[in-house]
């Protein structure tokens, strides 16, 4: 209230001190069309966004594949990790537990990442598969401890019979606690095997058994993405090619699903995660439906043949690349194909008949020299002899300008992909400097998708605060005005588990029980919630707002409702008044307004765990016929909808 009486003050006193603006938006003439995919998600499994993050399981290295087996585990007793007549062919250790029915006991501790967290009165669903290797029944506990070490739950599970069984039981927490444990105790004095032990919420996202933690999956939906690349980043490239992404071996059944070592375990000293691996439960399977469930295109990223080019140069002879260009051909099957398809057939026997409606495919990430284009090419022949309307997203490499992309660019046009894929990890004056980044770009080329952006603030050890997310309000206006050649941006990357992440800034991050949108997040949540349908022309003295007086701005039209939707941010320390005009509206005439906007008198303002200062706000919005005056705080970001009869 009073900070409300503040700013209001402050605009009485000190408008009249800062130049007044006149914008002009021309509703009689589109320029241009937004893409419906113009906003969306880049996902990739960093900073424990998958396994640990939004991969709902919380038991870490299940399968005991990691190459350390008991990693995430603290045996107790007699526990041995062996792999002879394995339950999975592709995940073949598992733990056999021997109870002597001596006064110790045997048995299993799983720590989950970085602890399990748990909420009082769910429920969660254990599973584990297991065998006997005696003639009787077995017991074991499955047993729920806090984080002081006392196990408040126990049930029983019979483990019986010589072969592989899964079994499974429902606990409900009595407690909440976000580093808890699960422990497995064998009762019956033998011997058992288990392997692949899980512990998922029952309520996951959509209450999918293999599914998504819900607050993470909730707040992707609520960004309205129009598109949702995965799975990377580096991580697509691999910094070996054997450890490159390779989707097949994220399909069919999660317990065969072969492991495969994170690239952010080992990419930074600094930073040094040795449990950090792929369990793939979240596969190109899951991801494809998350993307139908949270309404956005799927755009799946696959390796060109050249592992991270950071990391070296280890690249696939090109006549040896055939099995890379099939793997493209071959998702395309399993996203689209008809079930009576090898692919098409898999996807259905997952539960998925119907087909995907893939669109758009990515070859490379962020790949260099002739290298790329040499092995892109077979990958573009290949596709488009097959599926013509695929679109191809080909890569301008790992910075906004230079050497590199001024070589890539003319490639990508030579080789004729859809679009191109540019990424730029900025400064926030860069972002600013930089709204008209795309004013001259070459709209009859291929179209733009900014795969990979953030605004990096330094100073302050690049934290998701109020300046950067300005920035990148200011630098997507530009995105906006001219929609006609940028067809999707993303930004990057998405999720941080607080306690494991190896790069910030990040839009979205979370503990064990609960998580934080960054008011990065709420800048690309009110675009996405307001894209609109239709670029309009807004003018100041004629000219775009890319920076003049410290304002920026876009205007859309939102065909279905006939609103017209204004976006801009002042990013002057100083309130601003601004006359906005309608031209071309014939007859009709504005006849109500909203606006909602962030704002933050200081710059260094973040969002945290326990609060989220910067959300949006709204106020209301007096309309006069044909114009509105806007009153722009300072250091703000609003969207103004005003509906046109
Ligand atoms: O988003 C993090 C990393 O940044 C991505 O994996 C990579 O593409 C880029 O260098």
Redesign the pocket.
Known sequence: MKKNLIVALSLLFSVGMWAQHTMTVNVSKPVAEIQPTMYGIFF?D?NFGADGGLYAELVKNRSFEFSQALTGWTAFGNVKILSESPCFERNPHYARITEDGQLSRAGLDNEGFKGIGLKQDEEYRFSVYARALEDKPMKISVELVNSHGENRLVKEVTIEGKDWKKSTVVLKSPFTDAHSRLRIVLLTPGTIDIDHVSLFPVRTWKGRENGMRADLAQALYDLNPGVFRFP????VEGTRLESRYQWKHTVGPVENRPLNINRWNYTFRHKFFPDYYQSYGLGFYEYFLLSEDIGAEPLPVLSCGLACQFEGNNAVPLDEMSPYVQDALDLIEFANGPVTSAWGKLRAEMGHPEPFHLKMIGVG??QWGEVYPERLELFVKAIRAKYPDMKIVGSSG?GAGGKEFDYLWPEMKRIGVDLVDE?Y?MTPDWFFANAARYDNYDWKGPKVFAG?YASHDHASGKANNFLSALSEAAFMTGLERNADVVHLATY??LFAHTDAWQ?NPDLIWFDNLKMMRTPNYYVQQMYGMNAGTHVLSLLMDGKPVAGQDQLYATAALEQSTGEVIVKIVNAAPHPAVTQLELAGLGKKKIVSGSQIYLESGDLKTINTLEQEQIVPRIRPLRVEDKRVELSLLPYSFTVYRLQIK
């Open positions: 990739e960093i990377g980043g580096c991580i990430n962020e790992p990424h990890y990979e990057a990357p790069w």
